[in-house]
């Protein structure tokens, strides 16, 4: 691609916009940024980029350009957008520019749940096998400064969101990784087929050389590269879980009780991680030993400590209906689940069969806590506590030898928190002060 003395326009003042604004410079551009907002920031940015802060549909019509580059967190198919794109010889994605300017290997992450987690593994197998790497995209850094790093690595573990996803034509991902799918993002999309479609994007210019990891009972319809499938359940799939093994065709790979990766759910993000790497030609032994020190990202699922014989698991990033199930669905020991927080509207009911099949008590706290009483009671033994101390100190009582204690919200909680990471570290400081 060649955009020296073209007209580059980037929308987004944030990281991912300045990312791809100094990356269209570094390559001979005249580069103007805009952005909505009047007292939008424009740091990090080389002096030569043009800035415009306040932009309006009025701006974007009045602008013409060659290349329109805009960032993943404006809608695509807003009027903001539309308005500078009926000028413009070609719309694209931050994510898109970069991948045309990235020579090393790429391997692609997407998935409505467990996508970061998934990536920070890919990032630290494929670097502790000698292929230099790093996580991008949707988690760590745009992609766009890692071409503009002094040394660039010789791959990337790139987290895509559907939004991302969406204004991508050339990118080429030699190992793409489909971890699940579920209803999300409904307030961007008209119908969940049009947030399905943006997500396959991941496979596009995909050939027969290249490799796609997908979760087994995922319908995707055809795909070009060569299939492998996982799942923590059964064993008709290329990886599959044994226990605490995780097979492949039949033969151990990797050992998950001697790592501090706990549920099914990461159990599954580990075999997707170990598939795409090995498609790259790293061997399993390295694979797991990279993995041997390795926890969870903190607040999905990350273990707290063992007290007791009980296990306390910290999932305050659930903060959606999705996220609790996946959680719960997740667990192989009985289930004393702490759940609550802000009141979001959400509707919870689907969520029943999921109870009444993992947990054994729910304590629910916050200001939704009186909604959940009602509904999970149904099903499970439900106690309705105003704090998240109240809730620690009840799932003590409630747990067994042998069972799980686990904060999945499965909802925000700027109800009593400043964001879930306070949440969760306010749960992390409780468990441990435990006796």
């Given at each position: ?140 850094v745009p992609f766009s400064e890692i071409l503009l790093m002094e040394d660039v690595p010789d791959s990337v573990a790139l987290e895509l969101s559907s939004f991302q996803l969406e204004t991508v034509s050339k990118l080429h991902v030699h190992a ?213 101390d109240e809730a620690v100190a009840l799932a003590q009582k409630y747990a067994y030898a042998g069972d799980v204690v686990l904060l999945s919200p499965g909802t925000s909680s700027f109800d009593q928190f400043s964001g879930y990471e306070a949440r969760g570290d306010h749960f992390r400081k409780l468990v441990h002060a435990l006796k």
């Amino acid at each position: 691609m060649i955009i020296e003395g073209k007209h580059v326009v980037v929308l987004g003042a944030g990281r991912s916009g300045r990312a791809a604004a100094n990356l269209a410079l570094s390559k001979g551009a005249h580069v103007r940024l805009f952005d909505a907002n009047p007292a939008a920031s424009f740091d990090g940015l080389d002096p030569r980029i043009k800035v415009h802060s306040g932009a309006s549909d009025v701006v974007g019509r009045a602008t013409q350009s060659d290349l329109l580059v805009i960032s993943p967190g404006i809608d695509t198919y807003g009027a903001f957008v539309k308005a500078f794109a009926e000028n413009t010889s070609e719309l694209i994605g931050e994510t898109e520019l970069a991948a045309r300017y990235f020579d090393g290997k790429i391997v692609g992450i997407t998935g409505t749940n467990g996508k970061t987690t998934t990536t920070e593994l890919v990032e630290r197998i494929l670097n502790h096998s000698g292929l230099s790497c790093v996580a991008c995209g949707n988690y760590g850094v745009p992609f766009s400064e890692i071409l503009l790093m002094e040394d660039v690595p010789d791959s990337v573990a790139l987290e895509l969101s559907s939004f991302q996803l969406e204004t991508v034509s050339k990118l080429h991902v030699h190992a793409a990784i489909w971890l699940n799918f579920s209803a999300d993002h409904m307030d961007r999309y008209s119908s969940i087929d049009d947030y399905f479609r943006a997500k396959l994007n991941v496979f596009i210019n995909q050939t027969e050389e290249d490799t796609a990891v997908v979760r087994a009972g995922e319908e995707l319809g055809g795909l070009v590269a060569q299939h492998v499938s996982f799942a923590s359940k059964g064993q008709k799939t290329d990886y599959y879980l044994d226990g605490d093994r995780i097979m492949f065709r039949g033969e151990q790979i990797f050992d998950l009780s001697q790592t501090r990766m706990r549920g099914l759910h990461n159990a599954e993000n580990v075999m997707a991680a170990v598939a795409a790497t090995h498609s790259l030609g790293v061997r399993f032994s390295k694979a797991e030993e990279a993995l041997a020190g390795f926890a969870p990202p903190l607040h999905r699922c990350e273990l707290i400590r063992t007290l007791d014989g009980v296990e306390y698991l910290n999932d305050s990033k659930a903060t959606n209906l999705h996220a609790l199930d996946s959680a719960l669905r997740s667990q192989t020991r009985p289930v004393v689940l702490i759940a609550g927080g802000k009141e979001k509207g959400l509707v919870y009911d689907e969520l029943l069969v999921r109870l009444e099949e993992k947990v054994h008590s729910a304590i629910v706290f916050g200001e939704i806590s009186s909604a959940l009483e009602q509904l999970f009671s149904k099903v499970v033994p439900t106690t309705c506590v105003e704090t998240l101390d109240e809730a620690v100190a009840l799932a003590q009582k409630y747990a067994y030898a042998g069972d799980v204690v686990l904060l999945s919200p499965g909802t925000s909680s700027f109800d009593q928190f400043s964001g879930y990471e306070a949440r969760g570290d306010h749960f992390r400081k409780l468990v441990h002060a435990l006796k």
